[in-house]
T-cell receptor, first 116, second 115 residues
Framework: AQSVTQLGSHVSVSEGALVLLRCNYSSSVPPYLFWYVQYPNQGLQLLLKYTSAATLVKGINGFEAEFKKSETSFHLTKPSAHMSDAAEYFCAVSEGLTGGGNKLTFGTGTQLKVEL | DTGVSQNPRHKITKRGQNVTFRCDPI?????LYWYRQTLGQGPEFLTY????????KSRLLSDRFSAERPKGSFSTLEIQRTEQGDSAMYLC?????????????FGPGTRLTVT
């Protein structure tokens, strides 16, 4: 069984400040990990993914995340927040090469607010 | 390629009525997934297809729910005798298995409100 924990359901940062959204996972098999962003009344858009290659993953819009197996973490960061980053962010895990149909298990999400 | 599309975008129905949602995946994607997202929660897996075969169903998918993908292209999700607890966003996603991407592409969702 897999699970994802996102610490902090709401995060508020100032424009230009560092964004840090936390994600910890639990998986009995080597995982694949994903960060998705969701704007109001829209579907999910992939920001970045870890699929057992480089542990530091760069995504779209200046986001990056680092896979740390020892800490079972996959935190999302961005050096400088923009107003357009305000959205809900979801961390998700799948079973990787062992299969499981690639279905995703999501965390409960973190709502990011960016203030002037 | 216009991405994953879902229809309708919004559906309001009365308790006890049946509803059906449609998902059109990206054309070359052989896997299709359904998820349900309630307010303040992350999406939860319901079921998935590889081509026309339904390979897995979540325990969340009660007997009132049925999904089909008859020709391995579009899919429908039907909810019979809707209940207020069925109110949620229903998301569809597709993926091309065997590739290196492992990325699921999501549609915009169908928001169901049961009154």
């Amino acid at each position: 069984a897999q699970s994802v924990t996102q610490l902090g359901s709401h995060v508020s940062v100032s424009e230009g400040a560092l964004v840090l959204l936390r994600c910890n996972y639990s998986s009995s098999v080597p995982p694949y990990l994903f960060w998705y962003v969701q704007y109001p009344n829209q579907g999910l858009q992939l920001l970045l993914k870890y699929t057992s290659a480089a542990t530091l993953v760069k995504g779209i819009n200046g986001f990056e995340a680092e896979f740390k197996k020892s800490e079972t973490s996959f935190h999302l960061t961005k050096p400088s927040a923009h107003m357009s980053d305000a959205a809900e962010y979801f961390c998700a895990v799948s079973e990787g090469l062992t299969g499981g149909g690639n279905k995703l298990t999501f965390g409960t999400g973190t709502q990011l607010k960016v203030e002037l | 390629d216009t991405g994953v599309s879902q229809n309708p975008r919004h559906k309001i129905t009365k308790r006890g009525q049946n509803v059906t949602f449609r998902c059109d995946p990206i054309s070359e994607h052989n896997r299709l997934y359904w998820y349900r997202q309630t307010l303040g929660q992350g999406p939860e897996f319901l079921t998935y297809f590889q081509n026309e075969a339904q390979l897995e169903k979540s325990r969340l998918l009660s007997d009132r729910f049925s999904a089909e993908r008859p020709k391995g292209s579009f899919s429908t999700l039907e909810i019979q005798r809707t209940e207020q607890g069925d109110s949620a966003m229903y998301l569809c996603a597709s993926l091309r298995s065997g590739g290196l991407s492992y990325e699921q592409y999501f549609g915009p969702g169908t928001r169901l409100t049961v009154t």
